[in-house]
């Protein structure tokens, strides 16, 4: 249910960032940071699609993925943990090099993207301890009845 | 193995938080809009402007050439606002330079522009920066922006003159000057009557825009 949630604001601060991005919302609100310096930047645009867009379409694959984990049929299987923790743990690595691109080379701070890379390193951290606690309590139950 | 947990509450929840980010999106998707003072739409160099001089209602339009947003709107909503309300004589279209320090290429596409409107060709140089924005910000710059003078058939040695005299650039710094004087911060901004809006906005935004500065002219 957390990552569900985390994943749920996460999607919405990426769809926000994108739709800013391709030109339907207002100025952007930023309060003091440099989100403007840093969307308008070559490095928010991958192989021609903004780079939010990826946001929006990983985010959407965890809250999914965390939805369809919850429902009986899959609540005692370890497969959605692993999954949740494979796609977030790529978001993790993509998160660090824009943070990276941010800190070293366009040398300006987007908040929002902050905010998305803290988001994404909690639900990595919540899905890895998920996926933990499966995988204990799947050998717990292996070793009780063998 | 699993315990049953009622989800019902947790479902409204979530639902209650994509509601309201859902809301906070679609509030922003207006555009940002403030009021500007009457005298402050004058400026010293009026813009390029598209459309009968007799139409009630002007926008000025203050972009950058090399904002994305504005080659989006250029492309998307522009053909859409020009044949329904431009070529329909309800609204004057102005264009004014608003080059973003942030943008290194941008100066020397305004400038191209300005030097294209010397010629009488400012909107044809317009429409080849905006549609061509990924290749002339990614590649030979001065090169491309020939080509494309080129295309629309400027008088290449007179075009080249007023690129290499820099004939605009203190003129294109002052509209930049007196946008931000109005309260421009990003591109695109539009002033439609006494608001200003940043950000890109629907046709049908545009169009609620315009019919209310015809109703504010009509009580006047």
Redesign the interface.
Known sequence: ?AV??LA??GF?LA??LW???????????CGTGSC??VQ???HA?MF?IPVAFFGVVGYLGLLITSLAG?Q?AW??RREPAILLATISGVGVAFSGYLTYLEAVVIEAWCRWCLVSAAIIGMIFLTALAELWARVR?EAL?TGSSA | ??QSVN?KP?YV??GV??VA??A??VS??????VTIPEIATGAAFSGYTLGSDSAKVEIIEYADFQ????A??TI?TSPDVRSRLVNTGRVRWTFRDFP?P??PKAPVAHLAAACAGDQGQFWAMHDQLFYNQ?AW??GRTRKLVDGYAQVIGLEMSEFKQCMSDQRHVDRIAATRNAGQQLGV??T?SFIIGDQL??????IDKFIEFVERAERANEQQ
């Open positions: 249910m569900a949630t749920l604001f919405l769809m926000y739709l800013w991005k391709i030109g339907l919302l207002g100025g952007i609100a403007e310096a308008f930047s070559e645009v021609g919850l009986p609540i005692d309590t139950f | 193995m699993a989800l947790f929840a979530l938080v994509a980010g859902g906070w999106i922003a998707a207006g555009g940002k809009t904002c994305p947003a504005c989006m709107f998307l973003l942030i943008h990924g910000v990614q911060s990003s695109p809006i940043a950000g890109s906005i629907s």
